[in-house]
Structures are given as C-alpha cells and as structure tokens.
C-alpha cells in the first residue's frame, strides 16, 4: 500500500505525520521525500543514507558546424528553449522540459543528448528498519516533477523485489508537484489545520485530487484552534477525519528539537498507531470496490 | 519603484499574515499574491474584484479517438508519461501532459489536436489597503511560474498608472518555479522562518536561491520563543553575513483569532505583536532604503512607515 501525506497549504504538519506514520507502521516500511524542493523528513528521521545518484534531464546540445539555421527546432520548441538569431542557434538549457522534440525535428541531425542536472536522489535506512528514499533539488533549478518522477524511478527499481508499504511526504500546494506526488498512491492522506487558510487550501487541494479517484483521509492538526468549518466541509464531502492532534506546545516543541512526534510523546504514539489499520482498511475497501467495477 | 517579496521556502511559517499586516501598516502599497496555487491573503483583504481575465497559458494534446490509428508512437515518444493505452484505446492524462508537442508533431495519423490551455484566473482587485493583483491557478495546473510574471508585470503596470512607488507581494513556499519568478528582479526578499530543524533548512536554500539571483535578504524568525537555541542559532547564521537579521516574533494566538475575523493582527490588536511587527516593517523599509539609496529615490518607501 501507498499512502500519499498531502495538504495544500504548507506547514500544516505534513512532515510531522509522515515521519510519525513511517515510526508506527505495522509492516516493513518505506519513507519517501518528495517535497524535493524543500525536504524535510530526513531531519526528523535521521537516515543512515547508502546511496547517492544526480538525477538529469536531457537536454539539446547544439553542433553549428551541422547547422542550417533552418529554425525547424525553434519553431518547434513550446519553451522558448532554443532560438535562431540569423546564423547563431543559441539554447536555453534552464528553460527546457526535456521532450527531445527538438533533436527529432532537426532534419540535420544536428542537435544531440546533454545534461542539465535537476537535483539528487538519496537514499539509505531510518532507525535499521525503516526504508528511505528523497530528492532534493538543485537549488537555481526551476523544474521539480521530473526530479520527483526520477526519485519514484529509483524507488521501484530497488524494493521491487520488497513488499514493503510506502509512506510518501508530498509537497505543498494544489499544482503539478502536488499532483505528481500523490499520482502513485492507493490513499490520500490530507493533513490540515482548522484555520481559514488551513480550510481554503484544504478544499483546492480536494478538488485538485478528486479526480484521481483515490481515496482520502483527513487528519487535523493543532486541532482546537481556529473554526469548525473544515468539520462541516469533510462531513458533506464524505472525507473521514481520521486523527485530530491537538493544539498542543510540547509538540510544537518536539518538533521544534527534531523530535518524530509519534516517538517523543506516548499519547502520540497510540493515535499514530490506531491510524494505521485504517489507513490499511481505507485503501482495501477501495481496491475492492475497483475490482468490483472492472469484473 | 520597490518590490518587496515575502517568501519562506518552508509552508505554514506565518508569510501570509505578516505580509497582511505589511500591507496594512504600508497602507498605499499595490498588493500582490503571488502564491497562485494555493492563495490565502484574499482570505484576509477581501478584494473586490474590477479586473477578471483567463489565464491561458501553453497548449494540450488530445487525441481524437476516431482518427487514432493506434500505432503507439505517440506513447513510445512521449518523455512524460502521459499517453496510456487502455482497453478504450489511446489516452493522454492531461496533468501529465507537458505540452511540448512532441506526439502532436509526430502523429502519422494527425489525430492529436493542441488546444490552448486554459490555467486559471487572475484579478485586479480593491482592498481597504490598496489595489491587489492576484489569481487562482485551477486544481493541478501548471505554468504557476509564468502567471507568477503576468501579475508581477500587471502589479507593475499598475503602480506606475497609479503613481505608487511600492509593490508588496506574498510568494510562494519552496524554491521551485513559481519562487524563481517571483524574485527576478526584485528589490528586496523578506525570508520568514522558525526555530525548527525544517524551519532553517528550508531558509538555507531559500536564502542560496536569493543569492543565486543577487537579491538582498533579511530573516523574520516567527514562532521565535519556541525554541530559543534555535532562534539564537538563526541570527547567528545571519550575523555571518548571510542576510539582514529584522526580528525574532514571538508566538501569538492572535495572529489565528485575527484570521478568523478576517482582520490583520494589526487590525485586530494594537499592541504586543503588533508592535514587535510596525517595528518589523520600519526595519525592512530601512534597509530598502539603504539598499537602494545609490541608484534609487531614497523617498520610496518613507511614506509608508
């Protein structure tokens, strides 16, 4: 099973809970980082980090000497990434996404593979039992999807042969790095606050997931503070609040010292671990559900 | 004219209220959410809206099933994933869709069109504290980072319509496209943060990133007495030459009853926070000053203090 950890506003307390779950889980268990922009789990679980790759994208390098200045490849580009100024061909390495169109509309051959670096993939074990994955982006660089998608890529490629549950930390917001990080989940798990910023993001965030049609769940953090209409929001729309951890200074503190919340305090660590056959149960019932619909 | 950018690399640190409370204190300032995915400050000025424009940005392919000859080039060139192949035939996911062309271009059967994309809104609005730019990228789109320029440009275009010499704008968390936008060219970054391992991590690259753009810097420590070491920690890092240290802000449940009233934590107080942030705001405009004495009025933002 892979549960995604996603909130759409920022600080609601993402982090806090996906390194709590990944403490609890009842089976092995895989914590992966993929707010690459700004990663955060690995400070609170501490890994012992054993591999280490740059994650690249491929980019056009240009051959003038084979160059017609023809403009096929500018013309194609939808980034703005490659130009022709009379007889210069200039790139733009930093705006280009990567789709090789260009080299396969160089009727020259004119345009080979180079690399723009995105970031890193780092991996490794939290506490001898907890696998983990991460990316972090290269900071100046612009694109962080295909970094996330890289450190998925990794992912599979080395616990294909585990059954290990996955524990995604997703970043913030309702675009597509949100979007991207949550995609290869069975379960949503949608962390917010009981403020009207924590309830507006909470609602763009339903409606930017809504159509994948994966279950989700809620969880209220600094629960006690703000108002009740994230309350009334989850109860029409159907989302089963599953958690609420209280406003509460020790675990702003905890935090605060790098504490994983679930293990600093013992009250915590019950609400975590009763989340997590119900998490199990969420994503079962849906997948029944799925096979029920192809059958 | 000054723009001055609120940003925090880490979400949920407080930029959205403090910058509320900026524009409140500034009073004349064309006002600027450049959060476009997951905007909130709207929440608090409650903008009437005189300007409402689509936002289309880029294009997306669609494949017309009729036309489709089902030979699978299009999925086998595609670098993002997006073509699937299900019972039903050929299919592109558009929030995986990039928009680059490439199977539109290369389609034997010419069956994919490339209609424009249609991103989201943006608005120019009346507040009590000014004009505001601002918009609502739709649920999973993309180019946040060129609709982050659109408004920056129309702030812009406002200001020197209106004679006014400050731009404020709330940006973005991380340090991803939609941040890079918001700082080219801006004057002066106010990077908000808190005394948590997340909280200065996050700082550290958001600061790189201002650096990387040679954009002058200066840390708000908010939430600072939850943990004091750490709050030390941060203005001792700053001390080191890397940004203008503004204030350490202490917690302050105000700042929640206030958005819940829909009010700054200016409006909704006078006094305690408050006053450590009227404070917070005369330091920025400073700095901006000093900053921008040689090679611009030094005037700018005196009328705001």
Same mark, same amino acid.
């Given at each position: 099973?892979?549960?995604?950890?996603?909130?759409?506003? #920022?600080? =609601?307390?993402? =982090?806090?809970?996906?390194?709590?779950?990944?403490?609890?889980?009842?089976?092995?268990?895989?914590?992966?980082?993929?707010?690459?922009?700004?990663?955060?789990?690995?400070?609170?679980?501490?890994?012992?980090? =054993?591999?280490?790759?740059?994650?690249?994208?491929?980019?056009?390098?240009?051959?003038?000497?084979?160059?017609?200045?023809?403009?096929?490849?500018?013309?194609?580009?939808?980034?703005?990434?490659?130009?022709?100024?009379?007889?210069?061909? +200039?790139?733009?390495?930093?705006?280009?996404? #990567?789709?090789?169109?260009?080299?396969?509309?160089?009727?020259?051959?004119?345009?080979?593979?180079?690399?723009?670096?995105?970031?890193?993939? +780092?991996?490794?074990?939290?506490? #001898?039992?907890?696998?983990?994955?991460?990316? *972090?982006?290269?900071?100046?660089?612009?694109?962080?999807?295909?970094?996330?998608?890289?450190?998925?890529?990794?992912?599979?490629?080395?616990?294909?042969?585990?059954?290990?549950?996955?524990?995604?930390?997703?970043?913030?917001?309702?675009?597509?790095?949100?979007?991207?990080?949550?995609?290869?989940?069975?379960? $949503?798990?949608?962390?917010?606050?009981?403020?009207?910023?924590?309830?507006?993001?909470?609602?763009?965030?339903?409606?930017?997931?809504?159509?994948?049609?994966?279950?989700?769940?809620? $969880?209220?953090?600094?629960?006690?503070?703000?108002? *009740?209409? $994230?309350?009334?929001?989850? *109860?029409?729309?159907? $989302?089963?609040?599953?958690?609420?951890?209280?406003?509460?200074?020790?675990?702003?503190?905890?935090?605060?010292?790098?504490?994983?919340?679930?293990?600093? +305090?013992?009250?915590?660590?019950?609400?975590?671990?009763?989340?997590?056959?119900?998490?199990?149960?969420?994503?079962?019932?849906?997948?029944?559900?799925?096979?029920?619909?192809?059958? | 004219?000054? /723009?001055?950018?609120?940003?925090?690399?880490?979400?949920?640190?407080?930029?959205?209220?403090?910058?509320?409370?900026?524009?409140?204190?500034?009073?004349? !300032?064309?006002?600027?959410?450049?959060?476009?995915?997951?905007?909130?400050?709207?929440?608090?000025?409650?903008?009437?809206?005189?300007?409402? /424009?689509?936002?289309?940005?880029?294009? &997306?392919?669609?494949?017309?099933?009729?036309?489709?000859?089902?030979?699978?080039?299009?999925? &086998?060139?595609?670098?993002?994933?997006?073509?699937?192949?299900?019972?039903?035939?050929?299919?592109?996911?558009?929030?995986?869709?990039?928009?680059?062309?490439?199977?539109?271009?290369?389609?034997?059967?010419?069956?994919?069109?490339?209609?424009?994309?249609?991103?989201?809104?943006?608005?120019?609005?009346?507040?009590?504290?000014?004009?505001?730019?601002?918009?609502?990228?739709?649920? %999973?789109?993309?180019?946040?980072?060129?609709?982050?320029?659109?408004?920056?440009?129309?702030?812009?275009?406002?200001?020197?319509?209106?004679?006014?010499?400050?731009?404020?704008?709330?940006?973005?968390? %991380?340090?991803?496209?939609?941040?890079?936008?918001?700082?080219?060219?801006?004057?002066? !970054?106010?990077?908000?943060? &808190?005394?948590?391992?997340? %909280?200065?991590?996050?700082? &550290?690259?958001?600061?790189?990133?201002?650096?990387?753009?040679?954009?002058?810097?200066?840390?708000?420590?908010?939430?600072?007495?939850?943990?004091?070491?750490?709050?030390?920690?941060?203005?001792?890092?700053?001390?080191?030459g890397r940004a203008e240290f503004l204030a350490a802000l202490p917690y302050d449940p105000a700042v929640t009853e206030a958005m819940v009233q829909r009010q700054t934590v200016t409006e909704f107080s006078a006094d305690g926070l408050s006053m450590d942030i009227r404070h917070t705001w005369r330091r920025i405009v400073e700095i901006g000053n000093r900053k921008t004495k040689s090679h611009k009025a030094t005037d700018i933002l005196k009328s705001s203090v």
């Amino acid at each position: 099973m892979i549960v995604a950890v996603a909130s759409g506003k #920022g600080g =609601t307390g993402k =982090t806090t809970v996906a390194a709590s779950l990944s403490w609890v889980w009842d089976r092995p268990v895989t914590a992966v980082d993929l707010d690459v922009e700004e990663p955060n789990l690995h400070l609170f679980l501490n890994p012992e980090l =054993t591999g280490r790759q740059t994650a690249t994208l491929e980019v056009p390098v240009a051959d003038e000497s084979k160059c017609t200045y023809c403009r096929a490849c500018a013309d194609f580009c939808q980034f703005k990434a490659i130009s022709v100024l009379g007889s210069v061909l +200039l790139t733009f390495p930093e705006m280009c996404h #990567g789709c090789g169109g260009c080299m396969a509309v160089c009727p020259e051959k004119a345009l080979s593979s180079g690399v723009r670096e995105l970031g890193e993939i +780092l991996w490794g074990q939290a506490d #001898g039992r907890i696998g983990f994955f991460m990316g *972090r982006l290269r900071v100046g660089e612009a694109m962080s999807p295909p970094l996330m998608r890289a450190v998925t890529a990794k992912l599979s490629e080395l616990s294909a042969a585990d059954q290990a549950d996955v524990v995604i930390d997703a970043p913030p917001g309702t675009s597509c790095p949100a979007i991207n990080a949550v995609l290869p989940s069975d379960l $949503i798990l949608l962390v917010t606050e009981p403020t009207p910023f924590g309830f507006y993001d909470f609602r763009l965030a339903h409606e930017a997931f809504r159509p994948r049609q994966k279950p989700m769940a809620a $969880i209220i953090n600094r629960a006690g503070v703000g108002e *009740r209409s $994230i309350y009334d929001y989850c *109860r029409s729309a159907n $989302i089963p609040i599953l958690a609420e951890i209280p406003f509460d200074r020790r675990i702003a503190e905890a935090y605060s010292r790098g504490r994983i919340v679930a293990e600093a +305090l013992p009250e915590m660590t019950s609400v975590f671990a009763g989340l997590v056959p119900r998490l199990r149960q969420l994503a079962a019932v849906d997948a029944v559900r799925e096979e029920a619909v192809h059958v | 004219m000054s /723009e001055i950018v609120v940003i925090s690399g880490k979400g949920g640190t407080g930029k959205t209220s403090l910058t509320a409370a900026f524009a409140h204190i500034a009073a004349d !300032a064309i006002i600027c959410d450049l959060d476009v995915d997951a905007p909130d400050l709207h929440l608090i000025l409650q903008p009437e809206i005189d300007v409402r /424009e689509n936002f289309i940005s880029g294009h &997306e392919a669609v494949i017309d099933p009729a036309a489709c000859n089902a030979c699978g080039l299009c999925m &086998e060139m595609c670098r993002f994933g997006a073509v699937s192949n299900p019972p039903a035939g050929y299919h592109i996911d558009p929030l995986k869709c990039e928009g680059c062309k490439v199977c539109v271009q290369f389609c034997p059967a010419g069956a994919i069109r490339f209609p424009d994309r249609h991103c989201g809104e943006w608005f120019i609005s009346r507040t009590r504290f000014g004009p505001m730019v601002h918009a609502q990228l739709f649920p %999973g789109a993309e180019n946040s980072g060129r609709l982050v320029a659109l408004l920056r440009k129309k702030a812009r275009d406002l200001a020197r319509e209106s004679g006014r010499s400050l731009i404020l704008s709330d940006g973005a968390p %991380g340090i991803g496209c939609p941040v890079i936008s918001s700082l080219s060219g801006t004057d002066f !970054a106010v990077l908000v943060t &808190e005394p948590t391992p997340s %909280g200065l991590h996050d700082l &550290e690259r958001v600061a790189e990133l201002c650096r990387h753009f040679r954009i002058p810097t200066g840390v708000i420590v908010n939430k600072a007495d939850l943990n004091p070491e750490n709050t030390a920690g941060i203005q001792r890092w700053c001390a080191d030459g890397r940004a203008e240290f503004l204030a350490a802000l202490p917690y302050d449940p105000a700042v929640t009853e206030a958005m819940v009233q829909r009010q700054t934590v200016t409006e909704f107080s006078a006094d305690g926070l408050s006053m450590d942030i009227r404070h917070t705001w005369r330091r920025i405009v400073e700095i901006g000053n000093r900053k921008t004495k040689s090679h611009k009025a030094t005037d700018i933002l005196k009328s705001s203090v």
